[in-house]
C-alpha cells in the first residue's frame, strides 16, 4: 500500500503548482545562499528566533513551576540572544524581537492560559482504502497546547508586521488540520505584532477560529483528494505547471514570488538542469516532528539547570 505523508505547507505548494511542489518537497531544491534575497531571510529568520524564544519561555512555565514568571522571561530572551547568533542575525534584529517577546510576556502576566503541551507533533491516519492502494498520514506541529475554563485550546504563534485578517485565517489549511488531527473546534491563532507605534492591546490579539464538523469533513475531503492526486503525480513522475500563478506585470516582473520562476522560463532538458545546477543546491530534509531537534537538546538542558 502506498504511504503518502502529506503537511499544510504540502498542501498549499501542491494546490498553487504541482511542478513547485516537486522542486521544493520531492527535489527539495531551494536557491544557493548568494542567490537568496537578505531582507527576506532576515525576515524568515526573525519569526524562526521568536518561535524559539516563545518555545523555551513555555516550555519552562510548565516544567519549571518553581520558576518565577520573570526568570522565566530572563532565561528565555538569553537563549534568544545565544540562539540568534547562530541565525546570523545582527544585533539590532535580534535585540527588536526580543524588546516585542518581553513586551509580550509582560501583558499577559497572570493570564488564564495554563500551557499544557509545547509544539505538540502529530501524525494521525486521515484515510486508507484498498481499492485506492492509499493510505494518508496528516502530520504536523502545533506551537501551544492550552487550559483554559472553556477547555483546552491549540495555539500557534504568529509574527506580524501587520494586524491579520481573522476571517481569511479560518480558511487556512494550517488551521482545519490542526483542528481536524487534534479534535478541537476551537483554535486560536495568537498575533504578536512587531509595530513598535501601536500599544501591546493592539499588537497582541488573539484570533479565535470556530469550525464546524461539517466545514472539518469537507477539509478531509479535500486533502484526500490532493493526496490521491500527489499519488498518481508520484507514480508518474509527471508535475504539470500552473502558469495561472505566475501572473505578470506589465514590466514582465512576477505579482507572485516564486523561487522557482528561472527553472520553468528556461528549455526543459539541457538548460533547465543547468540553471537548477547553477542556481540552486539540495535543502536540508524537512519535517514537522524533527525541525527543532537542535534547540530541543539546549533547552533540555537549560531547564534542568535554571
Known sequence: ??????DSQMLNALSSCAYRMNLSFIQRLGPKAEMQDPSKVALLESGDLLHAIFKVFYTLRIERPDLSYSRCIDLSCNFGRTYAIKLNQ??????????HAVEYFKFYEGEIWVPMHVEKPFAVKLYESEEDNLRIIYDGIVDLIVDTPGGLLGVDHKKSGRKLDGAGLALANQFKGYAWALNMRHFVVNEVGVQKTKKPADRFLRHTLLYTDEIIEEWRKNVIYRAQELAFFLKNNTWPQNFTACKMTPDGQY???????????????????????????????????????????????LVQSA
Open 90 to 99: 545582527t544585533l539590532d534584529e535580534s535585540e527588536d524581537i526580543l524588546f
Open 1 to 6: 500500500m502506498d504511504n503518502i505523508v502529506v
Open 255 to 301: 505579482q507572485i514570488a516564486c523561487n522557482y520562476a528561472e527553472i520553468c522560463k528556461t528549455d526543459p532538458g539541457k538548460p533547465r538542469d543547468f540553471v537548477k545546477a547553477e542556481f540552486f543546491a539540495e535543502k536540508p530534509e524537512w519535517s514537522p516532528q524533527t525541525r527543532d531537534v537542535e534547540i530541543d537538546a539546549i533547552m533540555a538542558e
